[in-house]
Every structure is written in structure tokens, then in C-alpha cells.
């Protein structure tokens, strides 16, 4: 019987694997949010997560499966030079690079949404034909944002002009401006306001294609998921929302991010714990 | 180039005018909250209702229009004597004369929901047919409470007085004393719990008649509106009540207002939020 | 030695009579949280709720029935010796058993769920053929849990040790070990998930039977009821346990508890509020 | 009509006895706080300063000596009409002086200042050569505020009014207008800023006089008692006041209020705690 | 009488002017956080200090003056792209250049402390023997912080490159490296820990030379000032720092800033209402 | 360069080194809050700790040294039996002798007070004229508390049945009762309410005998440390307990713990700050 028998440590995602080489899937925590204007505090997400996910069972009752025999590990977090926001996105490009150069299936932890584009950038360079399936309340499909193109209002646009066109699909949007919604209507399948009915009736077109899934929490009404940055009401509920993912397993996934956690709006941690169930349900999917 | 070119101040509703002749609507700020029993708090509802706009775009997808283009004006909050309910009443009924009198439509942003009284008051003395349009979980149709005559739970007790029997509808009402809902089945249309439902029937009936709408926050379920003084669970959602609020641009509404706003518990600012997406939406309507 | 020696007074429930011996039911807190793992504070439960009260009104919409007329007493908190588990939950018992020897139905407000077990195994001595309604977000199944026996995670498998085979019912369960899934299929009857539904149907097996029904308020969803110390996102709405509650009345309830209320995350108190309102609707319904 | 006509009853403060005869002092709350115009809240002070009461001992380390044998009674809070400061300083004022009469030194937690003066003026009464002692942040010696004679800014200019000239000394004044410190300069003692210093060296003056000690927390720094309605930084520590409060046993103390204490901007409840500490030493002092 | 006659608006600090051309002094706020490493969120600051100034009297009991004739007006705030750090300074340091051009004293309110440097460098242009006064809990003297040259732990670093030798003077300096220690001793004056005594000492080195201060307000413990990005226990009371601010009258100030307010995590306001007081007393001392 | 460059874990203390061999000093939580009377969340207390020292540096301006060339190791939190008082004593005590048994000084982080027994059992066995240095707001010296033996309140009586008569030093109690200070009188030294002074006075009476210090985050006044389960106001300053913690390296420490760190109250997270910073200066006296 060791020393450390009675000690614990709890930075890792429940159930996280020690060996990395037999993982099929990676989880990295990004905690940038320097170019957010309405509420910065998503660089405390990827921790937040983490913690929370100590507060579920590794059983899930929606898959009848557990995290137990997934082999995930889990990377910690990048580590990124504050207020500099090219160094930062090249570095979690970099980041992305590297686990995709390795075989494995990247899911990243926001952080601001900004942080979906080096990624992106780098998990279509592998996969040409990317399809990215994304929920939000926002498009994120400006062109400039207070005169910067890079900005996490504008990084929907940006990726889509790195994938084939109408390859993104957007459900749940409630707020834009025209513009964006105009650009959607050229270059993308943008369903508004409604999450469950629209990505059910997508489903078939979406199956056996190489899908990025781009998950920004806000996606989820602020009654359910307070602890975000620019909240928008009107969205839909958390019940919805483990529903939908319940079908990622049906997808080929080959890169996911979940963003805009801030946990200092949410005493009761539950948009922390709803993004734990969330991933739990997905890694329990990626088998 | 001005010295003031790269400066701002965000004191007012998101897109209001600066010209107030050409404004059709105006809004004003009431931040009274001094007859109240439960928790005191109201009077930083507009403050933060205008605050919360800028977290909003001025395009509204369930409109498919903006604010940019609708003449609306802002004329900062009336200066309350704290604590002398008459003379703040006084103070509220000649504001709402004054703006009447200049042809225009008057929103007012609560503050408790008393301040409702002084101004349908003047209302009505315009418009003689005026129908009223309640949606709140509390009946406040009390005829004294505490021993007062003039308090929150007894508003629409001494509007109805004012306005022709039969001429108020309520939605959504779920709490209340037995006296309150056999007023109603005598003077008023009563559709207790529900709030869609019953109003989209109704719609009918109420188009094409000068109305004055009162929005009580605490409609909507404490769950998405946690922020006011007499929070009563079990109420709509908030894409429930956005979808009410759709339906407004085809009324004939010559007054409104939205009240028991209390910022100070809720932390995610939602409930703000959600008062302000109301109010752009009704101004979109209002046009 | 007295029926009142554990007990010690604070606030009473809304409407609660002076007179204990011509009372029906009893209402009881039991501030007990220590063998929680996640997050303590249930102990202050009780209090909140009582004084949460005295935000609703008397009457029920619902039910179209007031408080005023129902005999019940409010007969304060048990006097818990903190850190003491057995000694705690024999005090607990001895309570219980006291109220059902005097004629009385007992009502207590947790605190955490383990207080369930002491009280059921009176209840049960009692009417032999009890059947449990379980509404929770957690199976609470397990044998032991962290190498205990007594813990709020194994709470109804001791009890199922105590009534006999199938006679429980679990409605909303979206959180377990697998194990506990698998001994719910052989012993008891479990609805995963939803709660309206499979209650609605199951009512007619439940009718003129002896009910006891422990309500664990983390059913539901932590958007209406962010106040409890394991918030599992996922649950079922206001509206919807309220709606189960209306029921309640047609139902031969000899026991009843609600339990996991914890108010320190929750600012605007709508988690107590909520309780208060189910206890409410369930004292008008015993009648 | 009985003297607790207007009393009703919510937990009492530690130690407090039962016999209401045989009490030398009586505690008495006013949840009143309806004509502040900065951030209302103080009407939850009674309630809130009597249960940290139980976070604390009953005997004292500053006078070796313990609340269990001194004889006091609490009377619980004064039933105030919301809105309506005429009637509830009436009401507030007979209340008083019911207590007077019954030969008892009475104890108010408010609440807001303004509940001083009705008190004041019924001592007064009783006590013609009576002395008041202010420990403030604020000067409070307008005479008028917002138009309104009678506000918490105006209520030591009232009570000025009813007692003798130079018969008011203030301690801890760190914010006024100039006028208030030119009425000062001319009717009262004021110590600026300081709170010990310049009451030890009074201490002499004020003995043997009959005293009424008014004490609005807020004369302590924010850091230590942020729970108030309008903190002012730069006031005392709380050992500071601690000490001072030590010296009140020398004097003839004969009547008290501690004011303006808000739980909610206080999660900590180190402001209650503060407020019941300092009212246990009174307690003991008085004897 | 005009319609506007009971209605006011409160974005501008208190008593703040109309008129710019007669103007002395300028406050801008600088809403501007993105390269902070612990807890961002002094974009609020600014807002909040204006706000909390209306907490406050215009009148100085410390100064025993008014800021009523005080000629200062309050321009708003600076127009920030955020996360691009070096265009946001290019346009802070246009904006300090033009009202220098002026011929005003600018006040900023921050905001990150890296503000400070793009000001500075304006306002050395106009005084080349300009004189930093640091108060502050933390050095900020490192060459580069997380490989960025230009951040807030380097702030002061950066202007010591624009300002001659020995020209800054660090107060309550309580946490750094070794390396900024070393560095300060070559080149500038240190006084670590304290604040009042060495500042009182020091005062008649400072007089008759133009002055720059800069003023992080976690300088204050964090029982006085919790609201702030980077607190570090040890401060000094408020009731110290204010008696600081009060010699302010007897210096050539050209220039000031107050940075790192964040008002989230102070739900007291205490923070920012000290903020507003620390800014009276310097206008009133400008004169 | 590897995969993993970028990334990084952040849940050990600032600075913790690898090696456990060589570590002269072992830090290890103690998440146990189970035997505590009013709040409950010290459980958080080490993980918040270790969080918060990375808001710090690791050299220290006071020491002027670094915890860089300190050898120290982190070994996580002890597993603890939620709700099994007496198998967590056993189990921390177990933890206790077996870093002593490796000739290591532990240092533990609470968790409630109580843990402090199991561990100077065994330290005393090891140093039988061990010296017992306690910092608190209370006493902790009854004999026994609600009827348990084993609590929060009765800690430090347990521990003087265990080291030799008057070898317990008490600093800066002000609360208990009468009882606790007569035994004091006859079995302890007790210094009420004041802190650094009578240290100061009795460090030479300290020097070279074997030293346990057992420090209570209430010792410091709440403005200081609102995060703690029993605040007590009438403290000592943050500057005071720093001034006392940078004498610790003139003695002979050989065990360690600070115990009550709640954070779950403090949302400035100044406690976890202000404890970090007394454990890094510890530290760094240990070499």
C-alpha cells in the first residue's frame, strides 16, 4: 500500500485516460477570451468543465453506455500569450495540427468562439470535403467586427472561406444583422431560431460525411445555460439540446469544439454541468 | 475629424433618435418601487433595460427588420420623490398627459407596477374605448392591500375602474386571493396559467381597438426572468412570450408598458435582456 | 418526555394552525446534509422554504382552494446532532414514528435525501403494503457509495430493502451507475427521463393504495430549480411538476417528503419558492 | 387593544427571555426602508440581524459577562404599510412610546433612518433634557431632500428640532453638504471622520445625562459592514467600533436604534454579524 | 415648463459640466481589459465609477470645498476594437494628445493598467521633465510578461523607457519579481508595502514639478476594494488612501489616471463608489 | 520539441515541485466539512487555495526570497468518507504519521477545524513536548458541542488531552464561552482578540521547541476573509497576519494546517488570496 493511497487530483475530465497513444480522441481546454465586447470570462470554461464533470456519473442513461471503456485523454489546457490574439491562434492551430498529425479526433474547450477558426483551418486541410454543423445563437457571419476581421463575430464567416460552399449548416440562430442572414442565404443552410426539428430533418444529408461540430452554448436559452457571455433569450432547453446530441453518434465526427462558457454568471454551475452531460453524451458517442 | 470622434455614451435605448419631433414613440424610465412588499428593487429597471439593449443587434430575426429606420426617442427617467406615493403618481400622470398631448405613443419602463395606474388614467381620458391587455402571474386586482388602496396588488383593481367593464384582458395570471378572480368572472376576461394560447384566440377580438398593453416581467417563468421583485414559478417560456410579442405589430397599441424589472438577482442579466428584446421587438412593430 | 423534545421553532409554513391535536397533517424540517459529496447546504432547506411562503398567496389557481381552511401544523425542525449520522437518523425515525402513532400524516422538508430511509421504515411498520413514488433526477440506488451503506446516494435501495418487491416507482431518473438500472429492472419500477407522462399513466395503479412520495426537487431542471446541491441539467419544468402535483389530491398519500432544497446558489429564491408552491398545492389536495 | 397589536412575531434574538414583564429593554424591528433613494433592502435587517445572532455566543470575551441573565425581551417587528410614511411613522411612534410607558428602555433594528424621529419624538416626551448620540456616516441634518421634509437625509435636522440645542453629538460624519456643517457648527457637536478619539474624550460630558444612541452602521467602513443601503468608504473598523461600543455600560442609555442594515449586498452576512454583536454588548451593557 | 422638466439622465460623473471649451480638466473612460492574465472584466469600470459618483455628496467634508464650481467636463468613453491591443493604444494615445492639445488635464479612467503607457507617452511630449507617481500593489516592472512586450505587469517598465532616470515613484509596491525590484533600484524610487507614510515624506520632492499619477486601485487592500482584477491582501485601508488623495491640492498635476476597477466582483459597490470618491477629491483639489 | 509544449496543469500549488523524495515540506488537502454547525463549504477550501496561488508571484517581497529554490511537494487532497466522522479521523491521521513516519513537515489545508486533531496526535507522538501555536476567532475548547466529543468547537480541548499542559498558545480569540476561557486560565496560554502584539511578546518563549501552528482563516477579520463558515467581526487586518506569518521562520515548525478557508462567501476570492499568500511566505521561512 503506497503513500498516496488516500490522495486524489482532479484536473483531468472524469474517466480521462493516462495513456495518450492509445486515445482516439483528445479533449484541450483554450481559455482565450480577449476579443470578446460584451462579457469576457470564457477563459475559465475549460476548468470550470472539467470540474463540473466530477458532478455526473460516468454511466449515461440517454446511451445506456459508459465513459469507462472510451479511451480519451485529456491534454490540459494551451497556454496563451494574453491580449495577442495572431501569436494565440497560431498557437492553437499549431495545437490542432499536431493531435490530427497523430491520428487522434481533437475536441476542444472554449473559450471564445473565435478559437474555432485556426482549428478549422487546420481539420480542413486533412479533410477537404469538411462539412461543419454549427449551433449558436449568433451567426457569426459578419465580414469585419469594429473594423477586425478576426473576431469571435466574424469567425463563422471566416470558416466559410476555407470549406466548400454551402457546407455549413447553422440551427438556432436568433440574432444578426441582415447582412449575415443574407450571406447565409448564398453560401450556407441557415436554420433560425429552432434546434431539435431542423438537425433531425438534416440528419440523412449529414450522415457518412466528415463533420466538424462547432458547439457555442448560448445555443441553449440563458435559463438553462446563464454562464456564457452574450446571452440571448429565446433559445431552446437543455432537454432539447441532450436530445440532439444524443445523434451525434450516428456522424462521422472528426473535430468538435464547445464555447462561450463563463462560469462567474452561473452560481448554481449549471452551464458548466450541461456542458460536462454534453460531452460525456459525445465522447460516449465517439466511442 | 472632431476630438470626439473615437468617444461614446451608451445612456439611451439601443438606436433611439436624437430628434424628438419627428419620434412617434418615446420611452421613458419610471424607477419607482417604493409600495412594494416582498423585495424592493425595481427602480434600476430601466437603467439596466437600456443597458442590456447593447447586448442586443438592432435587426431583429423574427421581424426581419430593424431598429435603425424607427423614429423612436428616449427621454430619460422621471425624477421620483422617494417614498410619497401621491406625488410621484402626480409626477408619472402628467408626464404621460404631456407626451399624450404631443401626439405620441408612450413606453415606460418599470419600476413597480403601480406606476401603471396614474398613466392609463391619462390614457384613457384620450382614448375612451381604450381595451387593456394584462400579462402578469398576479392578478392585482385586489381592492386594498396592507390597508392601502393605491399598492402594486391593487393596479388593475383601480384601473378597472377607470377603463369601460369588460374592456381588460389578462394572460398568464396564476397567483392570486379568491375575491381577485370573482372580480374577474364579473368585470374582466380572465385566462389564468396560459399566456399564447388564450391571446392568439383573442387576437381577433382585440384589433382595430386603441390598446394599452401592461407587461409584467414575472409573467415569464422565474427559470428565464429571475430578475423581479415577486418571482411566482410556473410561468411561460421565453420564446413563448417572444412569439406573443410577434403578434403585437397588428395591434392597435396607443400605450405600454413593461414592468418589475429587478436587476439585482440575476446575475446573467437575462431577465434585462429579455425585457429589452421585448421592447425592440414592440418598437420594430410600432414602426 | 414530550413529542416535541427534538423539535425547536422557527417560521411556520404560510396558513399553518395553533392547534396540533385537531391538525391532519404535520410539516417537519429535518436540516441534515452531511453525508453529501458534492455540495452541502441543504440544512437551511427548511427555514427558506417556510419563509419562501410568505411570497405566494393562500389560494391556489390550480385548485381553486385556499390554505385557510386546512388543518395543519407547523411543528418546526428536528434538532440534529451535525457529523452524526446514526445517531441522527435514529432521532429522525423516532420523530416520524411519534406523528404516525398520534393519527398524524407527516410531511418533512429536507435536507438531504438519506433522511427518507428512517422515516420510510416507520411509515412502513405501519402500512405494510406502502408503495414509494420517487421523483428525482438520481436513482439513489447504489449499495454503498464511497464505502457506506447510508449515504443520499443509496437512500432508495435501503429503502427498497424495507417494502416489498416492485412496490416503488422512480419518475424523471436521467443519473445513475448501471448497476442501478439494472436492480431498478428486477425490483422496482423505473420511468428514466420523463416525468408527466409515465406519471399520468401510472395514476390509476396508484389509486387507494398507501402512498408515501418523496419528492427530490433536483427533478427538476436546475433552470427552475437552481437551488439544490446535485444539479443534473435535463429535468422537467415548473409547469410540469405542478402539474404532476395537481394530482396529488386524487391519490391516498399516508407520507410524503421534499428534499434537496438548498438555497445558497440560487439569488432569486425561486428553488424555495417552487417548494413552497408543491407544498402548498399537496396540503389544499390532503384537504 | 393590546400592546403587540402591531407586532408580529419572526425568530427572536439569542438568549432573549419570554417574560415580557419582568424585561428591563425590548428589541423591536421596523422593516421600513421605502423613501431611500439609493438602494432599498434595509427592511430585511431585523430579520437578518436576529438569526446571525445564533451565529454567535451568548457570552462576551470584551465584558466577561453573558447575555443569560439579562432580562429583554424581543418583541418582534412593527407591522409598517408599505408605501405609506405618514401611517407607519405613527404607527412606529406608538409603539415607542406604548413601550415608554410600560417603563422599558426600547431597542430598534431597522430599517431605515428615518424611523429615529417618531421614536425620538416620544422619548423626547418623557425625557425633556434628552441626549443624542449619532454615530453616522451622514450627516442626515438637511432640510429637505428631493422636496420631502421627511426622509432618512433629513432625519437628525428633524430630531434636532425636538430636543434642546447643542444637545446632539455626532461621531464618524464623512459625508453631507455644506449647509448640514453649517447647522452643525451652530445646534449640534460634530466630530468629523473620527468615531473613537472624539467619543472617549466626550465620554465625561455624556454621563449621567439620559441618552438616546442612534447608530447607523454604514459609520463603519464598507469593508466591514457592506451590507448597507449607502456605503461610504473611509469609516472606522469594526474593532473600532467594537471598543466603542464597550464604553456604552458608563452611560444612561435610554433608548437605542441600530439602522440601515441590508443584508443582500452582503453575501458573507459579516454585517449582520456585526450589527448582532454590537447589539449583544449593548445588551449586556445595559445589564 | 418644458415636457423634459421631470426627467434626468445619469451617464456623466457628477456635477460634471456642459461646457467643454471653458473646461480645466476632462474625465474619459477607457473600457479596455483584453491583455489582463487572472480575471478580466475593467471594461465595467468606467461605467460604474460614473454611476457610483451619484452615491456620493458634491460636497468634501475632507476638503471642506464643493465640486459644484469645479470647471471639469466628462467627455465619455474611448471607442476600443477589442483584442487588437496595438490600434487600441494608438487611438488611447490620440485621444490623450488631442486634449493636451488642448490645453486640459485629461483624467482616464480604466481599464487595464497598460492604458497608463500610451498616455504617458502623450503627455512626456508636453512636459519632458514629467514626474510618475505609482500607487499600486504590484511593481509592473517586468521587461515583457508571457512574451509580450506590451502588457499590464509591464506597463510601468515601458514608461520608464519614455521618462528620465529616477523620475517614477512606486507606493505600496507589495508584489513582483526579483527582477523589477533590481530594476527599480537602478532606476526609479521604491517604497514597498506602504503607502502613506513614505508618500507624506516624499511630498516635498514632488512639489513644483509636473506631475503624471497613476493610481491601480488594488494599491487598497481588497476588504476595501474587491472589485479588481488582481487582488493581492496587505493593502491599505481606504480611510489611508484618502488622506493621500488629500494632499493631491498641493501638486502640479498634469495628469492622472485611476485603473482596475471591476466592478463584478463587488456586489457592495464599495469599490467603485471609493473609485468616485478618490476622483472628488482630486477635481475639487484641481480646482 | 513535444506534442504537449503549449500545454499545461494547473492543480498543484505555485511552484510544487516533482520530486517527492527530496521534498522537505509536503502539502495535502483535507476536503472534510461534516462536523460544522452554521455554513458548510470549507470542503472547497483546498483546491481554491491551490487555485489562487497562481494570482500570486513566488517571490516575496517581504522575505525577499522565492519559492523558485523551495522544496516542496503537493500531494493532492485526502479522499475522505463524506458523513463517516470517525473513519476520516482515522484516515487523516493515517495520512499524517505516514509523511511524518518519511521524515517530512505536512502542511494541510482544511476543511473544517476538527482535522487538526488526528494530526497532532500523531505529530505529538513524534515530538512529545510539542508546542501547539493556534490563531482563531474562537476558542474551540469545549468539552463537547451538541452533545458530540469530536467537532469543530471541541478541537482544541481534545488536543490539549494530548500535548503537555500549558503548551497550547491561543492568539487572538473573541469568541467562546465562559467555560472555555476557565479552562484556559488553568491548562492554556489564551491572548483574547489581540494578534501580533502578544506574538511579538512571546516569540522568544516559542523559539526552539517543536512548534505546531494551527491557523483558523477567522483570525483575520471578515472584511479581510469573508470567505469562512463562522465569520466573527473584530479581527486583525490582512497586513497585521502577514506581519505575525513573517516570524514563522525564526521558530521550529514541524506541522502545519490553516484551516475554515470557505470559498463559496467570497467572491473577490481575497480568502483563498490571502491564505495562498500566508502559505507561500511559510513556505518560503521553511527553506
Excluded: W
Amino acid at each position: 500500500m503506497s503513500i498516496f493511497d488516500h490522495l486524489y487530483n482532479q484536473d483531468r475530465f472524469l474517466e480521462a485516460k493516462d495513456d495518450y497513444n492509445s486515445a482516439k480522441t483528445i479533449i484541450i481546454g483554450v481559455p482565450m477570451d480577449f476579443t470578446v465586447s460584451f462579457r469576457p470570462g470564457t477563459r475559465f470554461g475549460p476548468k470550470k468543465i472539467r470540474e463540473a464533470s466530477y458532478g455526473l456519473e460516468n454511466y449515461s442513461v440517454y446511451a445506456d453506455d459508459s465513459l469507462e471503456n472510451k479511451m480519451f485523454f485529456d491534454a490540459g489546457d494551451v497556454d496563451i500569450p494574453f491580449g495577442n490574439v495572431e501569436k494565440s491562434l497560431e498557437i492553437i492551430g499549431d495545437v490542432a495540427r499536431d493531435f490530427l498529425d497523430d491520428g487522434k479526433i481533437p475536441i476542444f474547450l472554449g473559450g471564445e468562439h473565435l478559437i474555432s477558426y485556426p482549428i478549422i483551418k487546420k481539420v480542413v486541410e486533412k479533410y477537404p470535403d469538411l462539412v461543419i454543423v454549427h449551433f449558436d445563437a449568433h451567426a457569426d457571419l459578419r465580414d469585419s467586427y469594429l473594423g477586425e476581421k478576426l473576431s469571435h463575430a466574424t469567425v463563422l464567416r471566416r470558416i466559410s472561406e476555407h470549406v466548400k460552399d454551402k457546407h455549413i449548416y447553422h440551427f438556432g440562430i436568433r440574432s444578426g444583422v441582415k447582412e449575415e442572414f443574407l450571406y447565409a442565404k448564398q453560401h450556407t443552410h441557415m436554420f433560425p431560431i429552432e434546434v431539435k426539428t431542423p438537425f433531425i430533418k438534416t440528419l440523412k444529408d449529414l450522415k457518412n460525411r466528415p463533420l466538424y461540430i462547432t458547439l457555442d452554448i448560448d445555443v441553449v436559452d440563458p435559463a438553462f445555460a446563464p454562464g456564457t457571455g452574450t446571452p440571448e433569450p429565446g433559445g431552446c432547453s437543455s432537454q432539447e439540446i441532450l436530445e440532439v446530441v444524443s445523434h451525434f453518434k450516428e456522424l462521422n465526427i472528426v473535430g468538435f469544439d464547445l464555447v462561450e462558457v463563463s462560469p462567474a454568471n452561473d452560481l448554481s454551475e449549471r452551464t458548466s454541468l450541461l456542458a460536462a452531460k454534453i460531452l460525456r453524451e459525445l465522447l460516449i458517442g465517439l466511442g
